[in-house]
Antibody
Framework: EVQLVQSGAEVKKPGESLKISCKGS????????IGWVRQMPGKGLEWMGI????????RYSPSFQGQVTISADKSISTAYLQWSSLKASDTAMYYC??????????WGQGTLVTVSS | EIVLTQSPGTLSLSPGERATLSCRAS???????LAWYQQKPGQAPRLLIY???SRATGIPDRFSGSGSGTDFTLTISRLEPEDFAVYYC?????????FGQGTRLEIK
């Protein structure tokens, strides 16, 4: 069974750093792209970027380039999304997703990030 | 980047009725790499349609997708109570992938 299991909810202060994770199982982790999607409270889905764990090819949406870093450790089948300095506007649910030729076919359960002083 | 515009923003219908949701792209979507997702409150989205018209595994046949180029449609032939949710289109043929802003399907 394909699963993407994300790390738990986080509460942080503005200016702090954060790294959240997404562990894939039940499939060849290096053969599918892993993407990250943001959903701010009460809002729609926003594509942040994507990584191919097989060779670490990474592509960012222009809105998120320079704001976050996407990485992956194929030895432990885990992808990451990190911030060096959080802002209140980063408060959102973050989903990791598996993308193949048949679009985004699996979603993680989501990680809620709350940034508040 | 390709901008996707969904219409209408909100659609109010009754169970048993037919729903037609539109997704228009700012430029042609490569190889019809257009998908539709359904999201219910408190849940992650789920894939309904990929490749513009192929149903994902386990999706009832009352859901169908059509279109090519810049104009795409999701049709729900006969609404069931569980179909009332928010629907998003996504293009995944050109980097960066992009989503439409969503259509809320509500009970009339």
């Amino acid at each position: 069974e394909v699963q993407l299991v994300q790390s738990g909810a986080e509460v942080k202060k503005p200016g702090e750093s954060l790294k959240i994770s997404c562990k894939g199982s039940g499939y060849s982790f290096t053969s599918y792209w892993i993407g990250w999607v943001r959903q701010m409270p009460g809002k729609g889905l926003e594509w942040m970027g994507i990584i191919y764990p097989g060779d670490s090819d990474t592509r960012y949406s222009p809105s998120f380039q320079g704001q976050v870093t996407i990485s992956a450790d194929k030895s432990i089948s885990t992808a990451y999304l990190q911030w060096s300095s959080l802002k209140a506007s980063d408060t959102a649910m973050y989903y990791c997703v598996r993308q193949g030729p048949e679009a985004v076919d699996y979603w993680g359960q989501g990680t809620l990030v709350t940034v508040s002083s | 980047e390709i901008v996707l515009t969904q219409s209408p923003g909100t659609l109010s219908l009754s169970p048993g009725e037919r729903a037609t949701l539109s997704c228009r792209a700012s430029q042609s979507v490569s190889s019809s790499y257009l998908a539709w997702y359904q999201q219910k409150p408190g849940q992650a989205p789920r894939l309904l349609i990929y490749g513009a018209s192929s149903r994902a595994t386990g999706i009832p046949d009352r859901f169908s997708g059509s279109g090519s180029g810049t104009d795409f449609t999701l049709t729900i032939s006969r609404l069931e109570p569980e179909d009332f949710a928010v629907y998003y289109c996504q293009q995944y043929g050109s980097s960066p992938n992009t989503f439409g802003q969503g259509t809320r399907l509500e009970i009339k």
